[in-house]
């Protein structure tokens, strides 16, 4: 416990015992009651915090973002802000973060995590303390996405950063997530965004395209139902069983399902002359199909709305959906395996 000493003079003082067992006090001078109880209730907070090993309360942990250069050296003084010390800034901790989850994660959500860390850097600082974070700056950041974002983006980032939170917790680097307040993080697609892309329509793009990996690429997200990139990138040619027209895909997005992400889907008649020029134009011992475009990374969007807009179409932000995927191929969304072999 603290307490509060009335010196002479006005001077007011608090008094504690150390963990170490010595009793140790700090001079606060001429100061009001109130004030002088209000500062002892923070040392209290602190000292336990101390005498346990468990985080600094966060209404302690901004006080001492305020309570001035002159206290704060008092209290360093008498050891009571070791652990404030140890507090991570959220730059700080989110590079670390991150840093530990590139070794079990694939680099296309490693891509995605970085996103959402930049994005909560630049709506809460990159200099704040973690342990400072209130569910009210949980709100401002959560306007901040949502401000000239898509909702379904503003929601995944935000759902990261419940993750990140979630992290902090369980490392005890703060006490509660200042996020776990948010729900209704769903991403659902908008309905209104949605098109179904007809064959007269992808094959005029389709002609004007002049590179034919390119047009493969989109001829495999149209006819053969593959999420580009990631799936279509990851072809290689022994994934083609050209007597039996059917193509071995392998989806990173669902690795960890019983299937191992892998199904099987046919090589429809529009699909095949589009990998056959592709076929035809590899080089000798050429493993992968792509040997262009190897990147999952690679922004190919800007280049397809490019091709769109000179056959006088409008370009889609989301030309292809899940749903178009399941309908083109006859394969449900989870993917299904059959025993094709090459």
Not at 81 to 92: G, N, R, S, V, Y
Not at 135 to 146: G, I, N, S
Not at 317 to 338: C, I, M, N, W
């Amino acid at each position: 416990m603290a307490s509060i000493i009335n010196d002479a003079n006005g001077l007011r003082r608090i008094q504690f015992v150390a963990p170490c067992g010595a009793r140790k006090a700090i001079r606060l001078g001429k100061i009001e009651r109130k004030s002088a109880e209000a500062i002892g209730r923070h040392v209290e907070a602190l000292l336990a915090a101390k005498l346990c090993g468990e985080t600094i309360p966060r209404t302690t942990a901004v006080w001492l973002t305020q309570c001035g250069d002159t206290l704060k050296a008092k209290l360093a003084a008498v050891g009571l802000t070791d652990a404030c010390a140890k507090i991570p800034t959220l730059q700080e901790f989110l590079t670390e973060y991150l840093t530990y989850r590139e070794a079990e994660l694939k680099a296309s959500t490693m891509m995605v995590l970085h996103q959402a860390a930049r994005w909560l850097v630049r709506a809460l600082g990159a200099d704040v303390r973690l342990n400072t974070i209130t569910p009210a700056d949980a709100d401002r950041a959560r306007a901040f996405l949502l401000n000239g974002r898509a909702k379904a983006t503003a929601n995944k980032w935000t759902r990261y950063a419940k993750e990140f939170f979630n992290a902090a917790v369980r490392r005890k680097v703060v006490s509660a997530n200042p996020f776990e307040h948010i729900t209704g993080l769903a991403v659902v697609g908008n309905a209104a965004r949605r098109v179904f892309v007809t064959d007269a329509d992808i094959r005029k793009v389709l002609e004007t395209i002049p590179c034919s990996q390119f047009r493969l690429i989109v001829a495999l997200a149209r006819y053969g139902g593959l999420r580009i990139p990631s799936e279509g990138l990851a072809l290689t040619w022994a994934d083609v069983n050209w007597e039996h027209s059917r193509l071995v895909v392998r989806a990173s997005k669902t690795a960890h399902h019983a299937d191992g992400g892998v199904r099987v889907v046919p090589i429809f008649a529009e699909l095949r002359p589009f990998l056959e020029a592709v076929w035809d134009e590899a080089k000798e011992g050429e493993v992968r199909i792509f040997s262009r475009y190897t990147d999952v990374r690679i922004n190919l969007r800007t280049q397809f709305n490019r091709w769109i807009l000179r056959t006088g179409l409008e370009p889609r932000l989301k030309p292809v959906t899940d749903e178009h995927y399941a309908r083109a191929t006859g394969v449900p969304l989870g993917g299904a395996k059959s025993g094709a072999t090459r």
